[in-house]
């Protein structure tokens, strides 16, 4: 081959650099024509922010969140994970009022314990509630109480949860951020995220009545009806066996509701819903050993 030319190579440098200045003038042209405009802010209030992406603000992420407080669409203070002094200073920066949020924490619509719901077979699988609920719905007598296996405290990223001496998650409402991922991580669908505020609570979800209620847990909702009775007028009420409250009447809800419930399935809870521990040696119970 004949040796290339000078000029040819500098004419097929000149191309190839024209070609590129000219994709460069479109490239920025695009750019100032299209450019979305971001508040610098935004950048400042997410490293403010603990980084967990738990989702309890109601949004996707931590950036989400710090997006909506500087648009004035969230106050700081719906990050129930930050610390006051955080959301303070994140305040401080937006120069906006902390604002308020309602404290939310997790219940769980059960009080069925090893001591009080015995269990119909013995389980001896892998001890994940998500396991024994896919063998036949569990081993409980009541099919639609908790397993007692956890899952919930395992799932929990702010250890809020601990596990009592008779299996029930006892949720620590200082450490709760109502993240939902105990909601989440219960195959039974027994907990829900609510706010503080609304202490009248049923911890039963069997849709059985009466003893045959009874017979599987010995705090169920019997369906007796005493707490529609004791409460305001249209507070409570019995639906396919059931005792619902209506939290929309909260105001008129009180503790004379839970007095007369024979079982104690209706309750009125301040603080923690369980107790942290139990009496010593309780445990489970084959569903023969209670009482018809």
Known sequence: MGAVSPTAIAVSAGILGGVGLLFAALIALVHRKFRVW?????????ALLP???CGACGQPGCRAFAEKAVAGALAPAQCTVASPDVR????????VDVGQATQRVARLLCAGGTDTAPDRADYRG???????????????????????????????????????????????????????????????????????????LVQCKSLLEGEAAERLCR??????????????PGVIEIKRGLAVIDYAKNELAGPEATRRCPTGAI?????AQFAPAAAAGAGRRPLEEVPA
């Open 38 to 46: 971001e508040d610098p802010r935004i950048d400042v209030v997410a």
């Open 51 to 53: 980084g967990a992406n």
């Open 88 to 95: 303070a200073d994140i305040a401080a920066y937006l120069g």
């Open 126 to 200: 892998l001890a994940t509630c998500r396991a024994a609920a896919a063998v036949a719905g569990g081993h409980k007598g009541c099919v639609w109480g908790c397993l007692n296996l956890g899952d919930c405290a395992v799932a929990c990223t702010f250890d809020a949860i601990r596990m009592n001496a008779v299996g029930l998650p006892v949720v620590i409402p200082e450490k709760c951020t109502a993240c939902g991922d105990c909601v989440r991580a219960c195959p039974k669908d027994l907990f829900l995220v609510m706010p503080m505020e609304q202490k009248l």
């Open 219 to 232: 705090v169920a909702c019997n369906a007796c009806g005493k707490c529609v009775l004791d409460a305001a």
């Open 267 to 271: 309750v009125w809870v301040e603080g």
